[in-house]
């Protein structure tokens, strides 16, 4: 099939340029022609009076033709369209295609193509050049419009006039107030399906800054911030969604109403349900709030470190000789002997250090017991770090940073919004481990009123009784401090007498199943501030100390002597070491005098009963116990991590779940044989027998174990010859 412009007349084939393949390689093209090539069904080479024979099957030639406006309003006259009738043209990135198309919708879509391309050439041209701004706004309306109602489906339609609008307002920044507005409220309607480009999103922004209190903010910014926080993937692939979302925020914190706004934002963000339908708001959320409060300390952190800021990321570093030098420290001290060669911290009192900045100061008092671990020589020129000044945690009485007026109140809206995360409860699990690996820079740590502010949402994580919450308080690996450290006595987060310290171990311990390693970990590192909230009569404490004695986690015996004086100095530490002494005696009573070494107890028997059979007569020899068919339940392996020569145990048919069989695998680690049968353990409770190197015989039969479970097991337990593991994924 051939076809011939109706201008007729031969064309010049050097008018015709090389354009890139859009989809396949090069295929060979008549002579005195530069094309690229696509694979397709049929194709015909399009030039203004020029006949191309129809190339080979299977590909289509593209190319480009140096005058498309006068070609393609002879192509869009009636007549011309009769004469091509069923084939149209589609016209992308100045090129021209001709294809058979396979249905009537198709064909549709390519002829309203090369509409839409030629009305984008014409609005390209209209706004590069503006002359009246009540034209461009006109124009910038009617370019919308016909977006809105162009009947082709693709993602451009839409992103192809904010792409050119903001084009214009990147080279057009002497705009009045008004005309911001004016063109904000022309655009609002392809927002609500489309992320703004990055120069409309620094546009946005600015007018956030400058007219906070503007109904545009309300009206057009809202829609337009809540499909971000709901569709947004990744932030860093976009950072300036990211700002305007932060500015938008802080317009709200402007309005009379002030955090009440931004309470009824964030509650809109939720929704009205008591879980929230859009998993992508919390960390975006989390994202924007991490940034600014980080923006907070920047200018600190850059007179510190002299590194580039987020500003002059954005703008483009500067040259390494136009960085400024790193704004000094100075230190006030009473006294000429701070400085000298043998002076060190515990003779003096570090009052203050000053860094030069109108922005932030920083103000740090030691006690006269701090530890000598910093020495200022004299023959050194270099001054104190200030990070390791603040560091030296139990030492710091004192410890306070100054924010700027606005800083400071960008810092109190996003803490508040975080506080706001933690009262959802669906929200809470995911926030804590976003939180968990304290994703906040020291100089916040440091900050006295950020970290009293923050406090809130750690109790928040404290008191919730989920595992996967309150674990979040822990370090996320070893050697890095967690929220657990921070705001123990003495951590640099910590300003009270020790009771969010105290409630965090509360509900660690009732939940946490490996206690043993808990309490050494606790004794290893945390023993002081233990043993001080024991002697102020904190009943968690207490216990924890008793349970130190309990289970041999001390061996130093001054260390015990130490504990001991300090429970015996309260009455409530009194009472719980005497039933501690109690309980001694009652296991030596059972070592010495030996007893039976098999016991079964009758079917239907309770935990109740088993604690009266114990604690009537000595047990210390008992190795054979069978609770099968009785009703206890993991309560009773309180009292089965008693029997030091136990070496069989019959759980069948009972109620014994992972919680007892966690606490045996810490303590009856001598058992060899295990009947678990037709018990609600699951794998959670089943891995912990790996540390039961003894075990020779394990009944698993009708559990919930699991294939990885058990070759776990077997992979751990190098004693083991007898496993029935019948009626179990593993079987």
Same mark, same amino acid.
Not at 82 to 98: G, I, K, Q, V
Not at 359 to 365: K, L, N, Q, Y
Not at 637 to 643: F, M, N, P
């Given at each position: 099939?051939?076809?011939?412009?109706? +201008?007729?007349?031969?064309?010049?084939?050097?008018?015709?340029?090389?354009?890139?393949?859009?989809?396949?390689?090069?295929?060979?093209? /008549? $002579?005195?022609?530069?094309?690229?090539?696509?694979?397709?069904?049929?194709?015909?080479?399009?030039?203004?009076?020029?006949?191309?024979?129809?190339?080979?099957e299977g590909d289509i030639q593209v190319c480009v033709i140096r005058h498309p406006r006068t070609f393609l309003s002879k192509i869009l006259t009636s007549?011309?369209?009769?004469?091509? $009738?069923?084939? =149209?043209?589609?016209?992308?990135?100045?090129?021209?295609?001709?294809?058979?198309?396979?249905?009537?919708?198709?064909?549709?879509?390519?002829?309203?193509?090369?509409?839409?391309?030629?009305?984008?050439?014409?609005?390209?041209?209209?706004?590069?050049?503006?002359?009246?701004?009540?034209?461009?706004?006109?124009?910038?309306?009617?370019?919308?419009?016909?977006?809105?109602?162009?009947?082709?489906?693709?993602?451009?339609? @839409?992103?192809?006039?904010?792409?050119?609008?903001?084009?214009?307002?990147?080279?057009?920044?002497?705009?009045?107030?008004?005309?911001?507005?004016?063109?904000?409220?022309?655009?609002?309607?392809?927002?609500?399906? @489309?992320?703004?480009?990055?120069?409309?999103?620094?546009?946005?922004?600015? =007018?956030?800054?400058?007219?906070?209190?503007? !109904?545009?903010?309300?009206?057009?910014?809202?829609?337009?911030?809540?499909?971000?926080?709901? =569709? @947004?993937?990744?932030?860093?692939?976009?950072?300036?969604?990211?700002?305007?979302?932060?500015?938008?925020?802080?317009?709200?914190?402007?309005?009379?109403?002030?955090?009440?706004?931004?309470k009824k934002f964030v509650q809109s963000m939720h929704g009205p349900t008591g879980h929230c339908p859009h998993p992508r708001v919390l960390p975006n959320?989390?994202?924007?709030?991490?940034?600014?409060?980080?923006?907070?300390? $920047? $200018?600190?952190?850059?007179?510190?470190?002299?590194?580039?800021?987020?500003?002059?990321?954005?703008?483009?570093?500067?040259?390494?000789?136009?960085?400024?030098?790193?704004?000094?420290?100075?230190?006030?001290?009473?006294?000429?002997?701070?400085?000298?060669?043998?002076?060190?911290?515990?003779?003096?009192?570090?009052?203050?250090?000053?860094?030069?900045?109108?922005?932030?100061?920083?103000?740090?008092?030691?006690?006269?017991?701090?530890?000598?671990?910093?020495?200022?020589?004299?023959?050194?020129?270099?001054?104190?770090?200030?990070?390791?000044?603040?560091?030296?945690?139990?030492?710091?009485?004192?410890?306070?940073?100054?924010?700027?007026?606005?800083?400071?109140?960008?810092?109190?809206?996003?803490?508040?919004?975080?506080?706001?995360?933690?009262?959802?409860?669906?929200?809470?699990?995911?926030?804590?481990?976003?939180?968990? /690996?304290?994703?906040?820079?020291?100089?916040?740590?440091?900050?006295?009123?950020?970290?009293?502010?923050?406090?809130?949402?750690?109790?928040?994580?404290?008191?919730?009784?989920?595992?996967?919450?309150?674990?979040?308080?822990? +370090?996320?690996?070893?050697?890095?401090?967690?929220?657990?450290?921070?705001?123990?006595?003495?951590?640099?987060?910590?300003?009270?007498?020790?009771?969010?310290?105290?409630?965090?171990?509360?509900?660690?311990?009732?939940?946490?199943?490996?206690?043993?390693?808990?309490?050494?970990?606790?004794?290893?590192?945390?023993?002081?501030?233990?043993?001080?909230?024991?002697?102020?009569?904190?009943?968690?404490?207490?216990?924890?100390?008793?349970? !130190?004695?309990?289970?041999?986690?001390?061996?130093?015996?001054?260390?015990?002597?130490?504990?001991?004086?300090?429970?015996?100095?309260?009455?409530?530490?009194?009472?719980?070491?005497?039933?501690?002494?109690?309980?001694?005696?009652?296991?030596?009573?059972?070592?010495?005098?030996?007893?039976?070494?098999?016991?079964?107890?009758?079917?239907?028997?309770?935990?109740?009963?088993?604690?009266?059979?114990?604690?009537?007569?000595?047990?210390?020899?008992?190795?054979?116990?069978?609770?099968?068919?009785?009703?206890?339940?993991?309560?009773?392996?309180?009292?089965?991590?008693?029997?030091?020569?136990?070496?069989?145990?019959?759980?069948?048919?009972?109620?014994?779940?992972?919680?007892?069989?966690?606490?045996?695998?810490?303590?009856?680690?001598?058992?060899?044989?295990?009947?678990?049968?037709?018990?609600?353990?699951?794998?959670?409770?089943?891995?912990?027998?790996?540390? !039961?190197?003894?075990?020779?015989?394990?009944? !698993?039969?009708?559990?919930?174990?699991?294939?990885?479970?058990?070759?776990?097991?077997?992979?751990?337990?190098?004693?083991?010859?007898?496993?029935?593991?019948?009626?179990?994924?593993?079987?």
């Amino acid at each position: 099939m051939d076809l011939t412009s109706s +201008s007729g007349g031969g064309g010049d084939p050097r008018q015709i340029e090389e354009t890139k393949p859009l989809l396949g390689g090069d295929v060979p093209a /008549p $002579e005195g022609t530069k094309m690229g090539a696509v694979p397709c069904r049929r194709a015909l080479l399009l030039c203004n009076g020029m006949r191309y024979k129809l190339l080979q099957e299977g590909d289509i030639q593209v190319c480009v033709i140096r005058h498309p406006r006068t070609f393609l309003s002879k192509i869009l006259t009636s007549k011309f369209l009769r004469r091509w $009738e069923p084939h =149209h043209l589609t016209l992308a990135d100045n090129s021209l295609a001709s294809a058979t198309a396979a249905n009537s919708y198709l064909r549709d879509q390519w002829f309203h193509s090369l509409q839409w391309k030629k009305k984008i050439y014409k609005y390209k041209k209209v706004l590069s050049n503006p002359s009246r701004w009540e034209v461009v706004l006109k124009e910038i309306r009617t370019l919308v419009d016909m977006a809105l109602t162009s009947p082709l489906q693709d993602d451009s339609i @839409n992103q192809a006039p904010l792409e050119i609008v903001s084009k214009l307002l990147s080279e057009n920044t002497n705009l009045t107030t008004q005309e911001h507005e004016n063109i904000i409220v022309a655009i609002a309607p392809l927002l609500e399906n @489309n992320h703004p480009p990055p120069d409309l999103c620094e546009f946005f922004c600015k =007018h956030c800054r400058e007219r906070p209190r503007s !109904m545009v903010v309300i009206e057009v910014f809202t829609p337009v911030v809540q499909r971000i926080l709901k =569709h @947004n993937m990744d932030f860093g692939k976009c950072p300036r969604l990211r700002l305007f979302t932060q500015e938008y925020i802080l317009a709200l914190n402007e309005l009379n109403a002030g955090m009440e706004v931004v309470k009824k934002f964030v509650q809109s963000m939720h929704g009205p349900t008591g879980h929230c339908p859009h998993p992508r708001v919390l960390p975006n959320l989390v994202a924007v709030c991490l940034a600014a409060i980080y923006s907070c300390y $920047e $200018e600190f952190i850059n007179s510190r470190d002299n590194s580039p800021s987020l500003k002059e990321i954005r703008n483009g570093c500067q040259q390494p000789c136009d960085r400024k030098p790193t704004l000094p420290l100075r230190l006030l001290h009473p006294s000429p002997d701070l400085v000298s060669q043998e002076a060190t911290l515990s003779e003096a009192r570090l009052k203050s250090v000053v860094v030069a900045s109108s922005e932030i100061h920083v103000e740090v008092e030691h006690t006269s017991t701090a530890k000598p671990a910093l020495t200022a020589s004299a023959g050194n020129d270099s001054e104190p770090n200030l990070i390791d000044c603040l560091m030296v945690s139990p030492a710091c009485s004192t410890m306070s940073i100054e924010l700027g007026p606005q800083a400071d109140r960008t810092l109190g809206c996003y803490v508040e919004i975080l506080k706001l995360l933690s009262d959802y409860d669906d929200w809470r699990p995911s926030l804590a481990s976003l939180l968990q /690996p304290i994703p906040f820079p020291k100089e916040a740590l440091a900050h006295e009123k950020f970290t009293k502010e923050l406090k809130y949402v750690i109790q928040r994580f404290a008191e919730d009784p989920r595992q996967e919450v309150h674990s979040c308080l822990l +370090s996320v690996r070893a050697g890095k401090d967690g929220w657990f450290q921070l705001y123990s006595p003495g951590g640099v987060a910590c300003d009270d007498d020790g009771e969010l310290f105290a409630s965090m171990v509360h509900i660690l311990m009732g939940s946490c199943y490996k206690t043993k390693k808990f309490l050494l970990s606790l004794a290893e590192n945390k023993l002081g501030p233990c043993m001080l909230l024991a002697l102020r009569g904190n009943q968690t404490m207490v216990e924890i100390l008793c349970l !130190m004695l309990e289970y041999n986690i001390i061996d130093n015996n001054d260390t015990q002597l130490q504990i001991i004086s300090t429970l015996e100095s309260t009455g409530v530490g009194k009472r719980m070491y005497e039933q501690l002494c109690d309980r001694q005696r009652e296991l030596k009573e059972l070592q010495r005098k030996g007893g039976p070494t098999r016991l079964t107890l009758p079917s239907k028997s309770t935990d109740a009963d088993l604690a009266r059979l114990l604690s009537s007569g000595s047990f210390g020899n008992l190795e054979n116990l069978s609770l099968a068919f009785t009703n206890v339940t993991s309560a009773c392996a309180e009292h089965l991590i008693k029997l030091p020569s136990l070496k069989q145990l019959n759980l069948w048919s009972t109620q014994f779940g992972d919680a007892g069989l966690r606490l045996l695998s810490e303590h009856l680690t001598m058992l060899q044989v295990l009947n678990l049968c037709e018990t609600p353990v699951t794998d959670a409770g089943l891995l912990a027998l790996s540390s !039961m190197k003894s075990l020779c015989s394990l009944n !698993m039969n009708s559990t919930k174990l699991s294939a990885d479970t058990y070759e776990d097991l077997k992979a751990k337990l190098p004693n083991l010859k007898e496993v029935d593991v019948r009626y179990t994924e593993a079987w």
